[in-house]
Structures are given as C-alpha cells and as structure tokens.
C-alpha cells in the first residue's frame, strides 16, 4: 500500500510540473521562446532619400536588419527637409523610429533635444566613427567634402587652394552655385579664411562678384556636367561624390582638395526622442555603419565611410575620403552660425552677383 501512494505521489508531481511548464510557455517563458526575435511583429520606419540611397539602405541594411531582428521595415522615402519638419511637428508621437538628415538638421536637432542620445553599448560601430562623424546626438553614415570640381583638359593648372575661384587663372571659367545652396554656402565660408577674413563671408561674396562675370550660375549637376563637356566652365564648388560621379560618365574633370582644407558635408542617422522601437532602430543603425552597407556606398555614390575601420581597396580609396590623413583635411563648419546669417547673405549675394 505504502509503495502505491509513493508511486502515485510522484505521478502528480510530474504531471503538476508540466503543467507549470505548459503555463510557462504559453506565457512567453520556457526554452520555447529562445527562438523568438526581438522585432517579430512590429515594424520599423526609416525615413531616408530615394534612387540609389534606398537601394544601398535596403540592400545592406533592411535585409539583414529584418533577417536578424524579425521585424518588418517601411522606407518612407523624401528630402531630409520634409524629415526634419516632422520631426518637430510630431515630437510626441513620431511616424518615424530613424531618420536620415543633413549635418546641420542633426546639429540643431540635438541642441533642440529632439533626438536620443548616442547609445554605443547597442550601437556598437559607433565607437569606430571618426571624431568628425560623432554629430551630436546623431550617428554620421557618410563623409562628403566639399571642394573644387575642375576640367582636366582645359589647359589650365588644377586648383590648389580656394582662391583660384577668385583669380586670374580660371577666370572666365568658374561657375559659381545659386544660393543658398551646400556647395556655395561653404565655399564662401572657405574663401573668406583663405581671403585671410575667417568669417567675413560678405568679403567672400564682394570678391566673387568682382571677378565676374560668369557664364553659368546655377545649382543643376546635370546642367555644370554639360557646361564642362562643352568647354564653358572649368571649375566649381562640388561635393566629390558628384565629380567622381560625373568621370564615371566618361567627363574629363576631378576633384581637389584645396590646401585650405574641404569643407564637410555629412548625412547622418538620427533617432527621434519618443520612438516606440528606439531599441530596434540602435540595431538598425548599426546595420548602417557596418562593413558592408559602407562600403556598397562608397563604390556606388563615393561617400567616404565614417566608419575608421571600413577597409576599401586602393582604387576606391583614392576617390573618397579614407583614412586619418583625409579626415584631417576636412573642416567642420559652424552650422548653426550659418542658419542665422544665410539669408542676409542671399540677399547680397542676390544684388552683387545675380543682378
């Protein structure tokens, strides 16, 4: 009788333990729920600009990201201007968990408190960026200098500092950005220091008015691309990924570095302060700044990786920022000094140069 009950005692033991377990896993505990990925059932949504940038995002970043996490990406697809506006009018309650944006948006965006705080715990490439592309509380995806893009067959010296964009050499020949624009807006900054007048960019505006007059003023590459191809033009402001862009359409033409100094121009990943999947956008911002995805746009857009331990072969190398000795050349602009005072400087520019 004695060893009956000892028999069942243990049946109803095993029997009760398995029912626990049985509540466990149903409750999302247990060895069954190893298997479960952090993002199965929610969906991520990146805003980021459009053409090859979408590709190389959903190509490098979107499939592994998804792969990894289970989650399911939307691309919300426009300029980083429609981002940024969002990013303030929908503060409480973002459409978007990642967003890409120009250096200056994330600038004011961190000062603003817009946007969380750099996590390099889960955003583990952070710590490779250069110090350059440590944007405050943004990731910088991708280094693009500014500097001077110039004919190789015109029979004129290239360029060596941001003066020539003032002198006598490529006179006749310069054509200059509408403003405000990127390229013109650092170029005046750049040629007012090289002037030997840091920040007198109304000094910078006289001179370049001076020494017109000029055969093309105007913010299209297609249009500068075929103004060098027709021999009206030798020389401009340009970020080098579109004069690399433009050798690979068969122009004669490349970029240089001023001795100056490039100035820098940066996109960067942000993540707006109220994301319900702040956790999955850290993942997939690393995805961004990894090995692969920068260097699919190096080859295809010649963005140099911000990512100090990104390895390219020699060729590509050449053609984009790379390396401490490039990064040196770049200079980081004030930004926010050049939002309070560009529209006085349009306006000048305006009524000296467009007039």
């Known amino acids: 009788m004695k060893k009956f009950l000892a028999i069942l005692m243990a049946s109803l033991m095993v029997l009760s333990l398995a029912a626990c377990g049985s509540k466990e896993e149903a409750a999302g505990g247990g060895d069954s729920s190893s298997d ?28 592994p990201f998804e792969e990894e996490t289970g989650a399911t990406v939307e691309l919300i697809l426009g300029g980083s201007g ?28 961190t000062a603003d408190g817009m946007i969380l705080p750099v996590d390099p715990e889960v955003v583990t490439n952070y710590n490779d960026l ?18 001077l893009m110039y004919s190789t067959d015109s029979g004129i010296a290239a360029p060596t500092s941001w003066l020539d964009m003032i002198g006598d050499d490529y006179k006749g020949k310069v054509s200059p950005y509408t403003m405000p624009s990127s390229q013109q807006d650092s170029a005046l900054v750049m040629l007012a220091s090289a002037m030997g007048k840091e920040g007198d960019v109304e000094a910078a505006i006289q001179a370049v008015a001076d020494a017109g007059p000029y055969n093309l003023i105007t913010d299209g590459i297609p249009e500068k691309n075929q103004a060098f191809l027709d021999g009206d033009i030798a020389l401009t402001p340009q970020i080098a990924g579109y004069a ?23 996109n960067c990943a942000v993540i707006p302060k109220n994301s319900k999947n702040a956790d999955l956008a850290k993942i997939f911002i690393n995805y961004h700044l990894a090995q692969a995805c920068q260097e699919a746009y190096a080859k295809t857009m010649y963005y140099g990786p911000s990512n100090s331990k990104i390895v390219l072969d020699d060729d590509l190398a ?14 980081a602009l004030d ?3 050049i939002s309070e005072n560009e529209a006085a400087w ?4 305006n009524k000296l140069v467009m007039e």
Do not use: H
Request: with cysteine; glycine share 10%; charged share 25%.
């Open 36 to 63: 479960a990925k952090i993002g199965e059932g929610r969906t991520l949504v990146v805003g980021v600009w459009g053409a090859e940038q979408e590709e190389l995002v959903r190509e490098y970043v979107v499939k």
């Open 82 to 109: 429609d981002r940024y506006s969002k990013l303030y009018a929908e503060v409480d309650n973002p459409s978007m968990d990642v967003m890409y944006l120009n250096m200056a948006q994330t600038e004011q965006a």
């Open 130 to 147: 250069y110090d350059i592309a440590k944007c405050g509380d943004g990731y910088g995806v991708a280094l693009n200098p500014i500097g």
């Open 244 to 266: 690399y862009a433009a050798q690979d359409e068969g122009l004669a033409v490349d970029f240089a570095y001023p001795k100056e100094g490039a100035a820098l121009s940066m």
């Open 318 to 331: 050449s053609k984009v920022v790379y390396g401490e000795e490039d990064v040196a050349k770049l200079v």
């Open 335 to 337: 930004n926010a000094w």
């Open 346 to 349: 349009v306006e000048l520019w």
